[in-house]
């Protein structure tokens, strides 16, 4: 089992910026990657961005790209994602989310922490 706990989370004018934070803990050699989700009120769950390994494969979403950067820490297994400038349309929840090896799928989630900026 992987525990994952984000933080990071708050308030910020448009424009502004946050760096969000995942704690993995448990069997953290079944993680293939980590990536980061956010769901809106009322919208379905989207991805943002994704990162493998030490942090040589990432990919993300046209919606964030440029804007935001997903890094990774093994040492402290801890996932980041950095994002400025933040628009309004960036407000819900986060989450990260680990996929798991055995079934290459993202079988682990944290509580989600909330991004909200204002306009």
């Known amino acids: 089992q992987v525990q994952l706990v984000e933080s990071g989370g708050g308030l910020v004018p448009a424009g502004g910026s946050l760096k969000l934070s995942c704690v993995a803990s448990?069997?953290?050699?079944?993680?293939?990657?980590m990536a980061w989700y956010r769901q809106a009120p009322g919208e379905r769950r989207e991805w943002v961005a994704y990162i493998r390994g030490g942090g040589e494969s990432t990919n993300y979403a046209d919606s964030v790209k440029g804007r935001f950067t997903i890094s990774r820490d093994n040492a402290k297994d801890t996932v980041y994602l950095q994002m400025n400038p933040l628009k309004p349309e960036d407000t819900a929840v986060y989450y990260c989310?680990?996929?798991?090896?055995?079934?290459?799928?993202?079988?682990?989630w944290g509580q989600g922490t909330q991004v909200t900026v204002s306009s």
């Open positions: 989310a680990a996929l798991k090896r055995t079934t290459m799928k993202y079988d682990y």
């Open positions: 448990g069997s953290i050699s079944s993680i293939a990657a």
